[in-house]
């Protein structure tokens, strides 16, 4: 029978090899040999999404590649969430995230609200396309501590600056992060537009709100 660190190697290499069918079998024989849930989700399952992500920045995945990661992952979430115990999973803050106004691509922010929710961030979903206003509204609805804001357009770039802006006229732009990203952007442009920060992958995006919301070790 495989041992502990066997059995977490083979559920990274599932979600990174489109492995999503055999996943969860493998998480039950984990479980059943009786370690620690936590240990599968974050050196294994994470592990392999964060593979996978590197492989999309490269260009040697693609979108449907990445839809059966995050696939394999979220099956073998299924499996472990139930085993971890109290205090196993730190319990993070919501997030709000969405595509702004003037741009329908919306990969990349989908990609790091899957690494967010594996993270422990309980994540909002606007979806893309999305005005200014209805993020505004969303974090004072939900009571978001952080908003992500995503674009591949230029056209579209001003609009995340409106966010921030009506984030201030609301009077809670100081409650809440904000950290945005896609292909144009520039920690240049984050600082112009007063965002809290800027990434370039979604990995990185997790380190970054980590960082600013003091969940880093």
């Excluded at 039950?28 to 849930?37: L, V």
């Excluded at 059966?68 to 073998?76: E, F, L, R």
């Excluded at 994540?123 to 974090?139: K, N, S, W, Y």
Aim: some cysteine; proline content about 2%.
């Amino acid at each position: 029978m495989a041992n502990k660190e066997e059995l977490i190697a083979e559920l990274s290499e599932c979600v990174v090899d489109l492995r999503d069918d055999e996943v969860a079998d493998i998480a039950q024989t984990y479980i059943d040999s009786g370690y620690e849930a936590y240990d599968a989700m974050f050196y294994g399952l994470v592990d392999g999404m964060n593979k996978a992500a590197q492989l999309y920045e490269e260009g040697e995945y693609f979108v449907p590649e990445l839809l059966i990661c995050s696939d394999a992952m979220y099956n073998g979430l299924d499996v472990l969430r139930p085993h971890l115990k109290s205090g196993d999973l730190q319990r993070k803050c919501k997030v709000v995230i969405g595509v702004v106004e003037g741009d329908t691509h919306d990969i990349g922010k989908n990609l790091v609200k899957i690494m967010m929710e594996a993270a422990g961030y309980e994540m909002i979903d606007l979806g893309r396309d999305v005005p200014a206003e209805q993020f505004v509204t969303a974090v004072k609805e939900n009571g978001a501590e952080a908003v992500g804001l995503s674009t591949l357009m230029s056209t579209s770039m001003e609009n995340m600056g409106t966010v921030v802006e009506l984030l201030e006229q609301e009077g809670i732009r100081d409650q809440v992060k904000v950290i945005v990203g896609g292909g144009p952007l520039s920690p240049g442009y984050a600082r112009k537009i007063g965002a809290d920060g800027y990434s370039n992958t979604a990995v990185e995006a997790v380190e970054l709100l980590d960082d600013l919301m003091g969940y880093s070790a």
